[in-house]
């Protein structure tokens, strides 16, 4: 199936604790993103690659770190899980990093810090 | 003060009714908006996207307006089915950095 998948879909976590979540995407979308749902269901963007360049670097905290190894892969790596990481974090990707053609979303990863 | 607000929070409806959720934004200046349906445990899936010039659009039973003039948006369900339980959030992309905001979503529950 042609799709953005992200792994785990769901981690639990103490605090302090060093995790990634890995995206893959297979439509040969160009440009792919982080982003996080907050408990308010607010989307907001974290990062975005464009060909393996990043693009976009929000205001999130150094411990947060994307890591593009190939078009098709962005990684989150997260350092010293803090319990307000806890959140829902979503991949997806675009033909382009203007979104022209639609954004395709991963089905999201839910990252529980206790 | 988020830029993309949506009403009502949440509905509840029965099977085989319609209804209605608002979108009104601040976003400027403008490129496109977009309707996006997020069943639960899952990412947002597209529904629509106008841009300036598009006053209405539609997808199925999915309708979706825009009045750009009033920075106002709304999606129609028509004939709801169970299914059409989920959340939808309206997205609105800036055109000079095409950057996303999104509204938090409608949570819409339909019973049979």
């Known amino acids: 199936d042609t799709a953005v998948s992200q792994t785990p879909k769901y981690l639990v976590t103490q605090m302090g604790n060093d995790k990634s979540i890995k995206c893959e995407q297979n439509?040969?979308?160009?440009?792919m993103y982080w982003y996080k749902q907050d408990s308010k269901k607010f989307l907001k963007i974290m990062f975005s690659?464009?060909?393996?360049?990043?693009?976009i670097n929000e205001t999130v905290p150094n411990r947060f770190s994307p890591k593009s190894p190939d078009k098709a892969h962005l990684n989150l790596h997260i350092n010293s899980l803090e319990l307000g990481d806890s959140a829902v974090y979503f991949c997806a990707s675009s033909q382009g990093d203007r979104g022209s053609w639609g954004y395709t979303f991963g089905s999201g990863t839910r990252l529980t810090v206790v | 003060k988020n830029q993309v607000e949506q009403s009502p929070q949440s509905l509840i409806i029965l099977e085989g009714k319609n209804c209605t959720l608002q979108?009104?934004?601040?976003?400027?200046?403008?490129?496109?908006l977009r309707w996006y349906k997020q069943d639960t445990g899952r990412g947002p899936v597209s529904l629509t996207i106008m841009t300036f010039s598009e006053n209405t659009k539609s997808n199925g039973r999915y309708t979706a307006t825009l009045d750009a003039d009033t920075k106002q948006s709304s999606l129609h369900i028509t004939a709801s089915q169970l299914s059409d339980s989920a959340s939808y959030i309206c997205v609105v992309t800036r055109s000079n950095d095409y950057k996303l905001s999104f509204g938090a979503g409608t949570t819409v529950t339909v019973r049979a």
């Open positions: 690659y464009n060909n393996k360049e990043l693009i």
């Open positions: 979108c009104n934004y601040t976003v400027s200046p403008f490129s496109n």
């Open positions: 439509l040969g979308h160009d440009t």
